[in-house]
């Protein structure tokens, strides 16, 4: 990478490489996943948190995105 940065898989740097092209312009400090948009990091950085702000009202089970409830709901 133009930054110095190594990665082990192509697909890494790939994904990386947005970063300097502006594709994808928001990465996590924590692991360096990046994003093309801040909404989509915020979500991302939950699970650094260990976030889990969607609640199951049958089981109490949580979940850290919304679509992972929706299918959890289904299991019930």
Do not use: M, Q
Request: aromatic share 8%; charged share 30%.
């Amino acid at each position: 990478a133009e930054c110095g940065k190594g990665f082990k898989g192509s697909s890494t740097l790939l994904n990386h490489l947005k970063i300097h092209t502006g594709e994808n312009a928001f990465e996590c400090l924590e692991c360096g996943k990046s994003f093309n948009r801040k909404a989509n990091l915020a979500v991302h950085e939950r699970v650094h948190r260990g976030e889990r702000p969607y609640k199951c009202k049958e089981c109490e089970k949580s979940f850290g995105r919304s679509s992972n409830l929706i299918a959890h709901y289904k299991t019930h």
